[in-house]
């Protein structure tokens, strides 16, 4: 979770927007489309403030990692990292 904000930002459009497509990857990711959460992702990086970068960097290199590697068929969705390190 990252917070932005109060209610008011929360009720902006530009926030709902924001949040419909970050909702819109997380969804993708946890069901293992890698593609779709790829996509999401994109559209979610023009939408967030620039302060969410590195969040979405994040996600964008456990992407690339699950897409080579996939998780088991029955993945709660929670990241192992295999190494120390940013």
Known sequence: YTGLGDERVAQSNSFVALKGRHDAMLAAYRA?????????????REAAPELLGKFYDMYETRIGEYSTNP?????????????KGG
């Open 71 to 83: 998780p088991p068929a029955d993945w709660d969705g929670v990241y192992v990292a295999m190494t």
């Open 32 to 44: 293992q489309d890698w593609a779709g959460a790829r996509q999401a992702l994109a559209a979610a």
